[in-house]
């Protein structure tokens, strides 16, 4: 399987024209509930408070007006052109992993990267913060156009694993963690996982942070995840610790764990109105994501 170079994070620089992050709601794949809308209307520049009316948001109730006055008002903001958008970026060691024509590291590189355009092209500032081993994190502040976006691709590259080793599953809550007080309200965050070590008890976090944000989660797998091993005996693990697995036997106890996760996946994206877009190793990330991204033609 080929890794991603350098050569290939820049050409996807030609793939995101045209493409936004502000025009489409992202869902696709898996039934993960209902969806909000990917703009929550949640600028970065407050301009004012006005009694409140069927439709609008309750998240922006402003409550000390509310009790002065009476009855419920509600805060308006003025969006800002150039927003942040923030890429929490899953690189542990446990996503050197495929089985069909990429590494799941290399499906996270190269969408990371296409996306990462997408904002710089249509005038965001776009930073990262890239979980890459048991509790490293590396932190990339949101810059405007390519300034924000080369020095992401040469982080993505270095952090990226290059040989097995002992799974890090929380790394991506440490990550989560680093994000929290830089995300500022009105940002965009896109979370590019496995969700391997996705946690109930790290809901808080989550909703920490999309509580003032808008949250996406692009979910990264492989379909052996989710088929289980086929018949036969087969070795598993990393080098010095190989086990022989029995297909048939573990096959139904392989399922079960994938739908764990699948409806903890599911319940993060409804308790947190964040849309999911399932990623998978057997195609390329901008032939899914190009018809998601695409911005609706306005009516002539």
Known sequence: ??????EELLALRGAAHGLSLHGRKAARSAPLGVHSSALRGRGLEFQEVRPYVAGD???????????????????LFREERERPVWLLVDLQPGLFFGTRRQLKSAL?????????????????RVGAVIAHGAGETRILPARARQAGVLPLLDALLRSQPRTPAQPAPLALEAALRALLPLARPGSQILAISDFAGLRADAGSLWTALATHSDLRLFWITDPLEEEGLPNGRFRAGLPGQL????????????RQAWRERET??????QHNAAPVVRLDTREPP???????????????
């Not at 399987?1 to 350098?6: E, K």
């Not at 109730?61 to 805060?75: C, E, F, L, N, Q």
């Not at 086990?243 to 392989?254: C, H, P, S, T, Y």
């Not at 901008?286 to 002539?300: F, G, K, M, T, Y």
């Open 1 to 6: 399987m080929i890794v991603p170079d350098l």
């Open 286 to 300: 901008d032939r899914v994501l190009r018809p998601l991204l695409r911005p609706r033609q306005s009516a002539a």
């Open 57 to 75: 948001d309750p998240r922006n109730i402003d409550w000390r007006v509310t009790a002065r006055r009476g009855r419920p008002h509600t805060k």
């Open 264 to 269: 903890r996946i599911a319940d993060l994206s």
């Open 108 to 124: 996270v590189v190269r969408a990371a990267a296409l996306l990462a355009w997408t904002a710089s092209l249509g005038g965001d």
């Open 243 to 254: 086990r022989i697995l029995e297909g048939a036997r573990v096959r139904e106890r392989w």
